[in-house]
């Protein structure tokens, strides 16, 4: 998964939905790094635990919709194809 991640910037998953992952962090540059993939992927046992819960939670009450994973590797997940979206400040 990390791989597919940071060669196509996303899961198979997210390609199908035209979803694409994108680094927040301060530097210029919207690429993800190995090791935001890494951590992203690394908590997805807690974000699923409990039928999703924690998951669902995070994604409902944080400012960017971010699920455990991508608040610790500061990423977001966002809709390709929408030019409107507030992510382009970050891109």
Do not use: P
């Amino acid at each position: 998964m990390i791989g597919f991640e940071l060669k196509f910037g996303g899961t198979l998953g997210n390609l199908v939905f035209d979803l694409k992952v994108v680094s927040i962090r301060d530097n210029n540059t919207s690429s993800l790094t190995f090791g935001q993939s890494f951590k992203r992927h690394l908590v997805d046992i807690l974000d699923i635990w409990f039928f999703g819960l924690l998951g669902i939670l995070l994604i409902k009450n944080t400012k960017y919709n971010q699920r455990l994973g991508d608040l610790w590797a500061k990423t977001i997940v966002i809709d390709s194809t929408d030019s409107e979206q507030f992510y382009k400040r970050f891109v």
